[in-house]
């Protein structure tokens, strides 16, 4: 393994090759929250607010003055941070230590442990570098399995469906949990933030690297853009390219199985709800996007669901019209259950018979 024992810096790679290595970020937690190595522990020598302070003073002072600034600021946290790292080493992993850049900030506390007896490396380049590691991959990434693309109106039920053939044991990629967005413009209510795309990219890696090795994988039809991140072109050109399965069902359980997704929490949705209406001002007009408003207000929220759908949803992803020549296979979905196991038949013909076993891999 390449590393640089004496100075105790190693490269991305070679970090990741360790067994069960425990990367500690030293970045401050907002840089922490946009993206991170995955499973790092977040150990910020500056808060926001002082990162902020120091940064202004290297800027409009200079950097004697902001690295005196930083000591000052560090100096009485560091035997909480040493304890913090040295009961973290006590695991018996290996600790890898790393900043925005592989700078002063994982250098400096690299150096103090070694004093203090306790074994780190430094990341090489640090978190830039590991996330043009993460880049590099999946610009180089070579798709194997046919995608299999579930289609369908909005409320025919693709995700519970997809997370139905998931507990199965059927290879599936949920792009909308991993982006935690339903990728629609009311797809962020109730969900909290979604997913950064350094985040979301390490995320869907791992996915495709898991799955990567069989015959199919089961997504939903998916735009380039989910809420706030993109699919890389090759996965959003497998999507385009291949197998389509339609779910269809009437617009009454489309209705209602919107409702139950969108209101469990009704009082504590609607101001979003409401926000997401205004968005829709300038496609729908403001006479119809005030009578959403009224009718939301006042209570009459099955209607307003009726009006998005036929209105706006069906009209915007058009597969009413859609040719059924257009899809492989069309499949009723009035009954979950029963669509996920018509799709499992489909795939037994597409890919070979296929069963999960007791770990809930798929066999062929």
């Not at 592989?102 to 442990?113: H, N």
Request: with cysteine.
């Amino acid at each position: 393994m390449l590393v640089n024992r004496l100075h105790k810096i190693i490269t991305v790679a070679n970090a990741l090759q360790l067994e069960d290595p425990i990367f500690v970020d030293m970045r401050s937690p907002s840089e922490f929250q946009i993206g991170s190595i995955k499973g790092a522990v977040n150990i910020p020598l500056f808060s926001n607010e002082e990162r902020v302070l120091v940064g202004t003073t290297y800027k409009s002072v200079g950097a004697e003055d902001a690295k005196q600034q930083g000591l000052e600021i560090v100096s009485g946290k560091l035997p909480a941070i040493v304890q913090q790292i040295r009961t973290i080493s006590q695991k018996g992993s290996t600790v890898v230590v790393y900043c925005w850049r592989g700078g002063m900030r994982s250098r400096s506390v690299v150096g103090i442990l070694d004093i203090m007896g306790i074994a780190a490396y430094q990341l090489l380049g640090g978190y830039k570098a590991y996330r043009r590691h993460i880049l590099d991959k999946l610009g180089a990434f070579s798709l194997n399995p046919q995608v299999v693309v579930l289609c369908g109106s909005t409320g025919t039920g693709k995700t519970a469906v997809l997370e139905l053939l998931g507990s199965k044991g059927i290879p599936v990629i949920n792009l909308e949990k991993l982006a935690n967005h339903r990728g629609s413009v009311f797809g962020q209510i109730g969900l909290g933030s979604a997913t950064t795309a350094p985040n979301f990219d390490v995320a869907l890696l791992d996915e495709l690297e898991r799955y990567n090795d069989r015959p199919f994988i089961v997504v939903e039809c998916e735009s380039k853009r989910v809420g706030k991140v993109y699919l890389p072109d090759f996965l959003y050109d497998a999507i385009k390219q291949g197998k389509k399965l339609l779910l269809i069902t009437d617009i009454e359980t489309r209705i209602s199985r919107l409702m139950e997704e969108y209101l469990d929490t009704y009082d504590k949705n609607q101001p979003e709800i409401l926000a997401c209406i205004e968005t829709l001002r300038k496609r729908l007009g403001n006479k119809k996007t005030e009578r959403l408003l009224d009718d939301f207000r006042q209570g009459h929220v099955r209607e307003v669901v009726r009006t998005l759908l036929v209105k706006y949803y069906d009209p915007l992803y058009g597969y009413e019209g859609a040719a059924a020549s257009y899809f492989d296979q069309t499949i009723f979905a009035d009954d979950l259950h029963n669509a996920a196991e018509k799709i499992i038949e489909y795939l037994n013909q597409l890919g070979g018979t296929c069963y999960a076993d007791s770990r809930g891999n798929i066999e062929k």
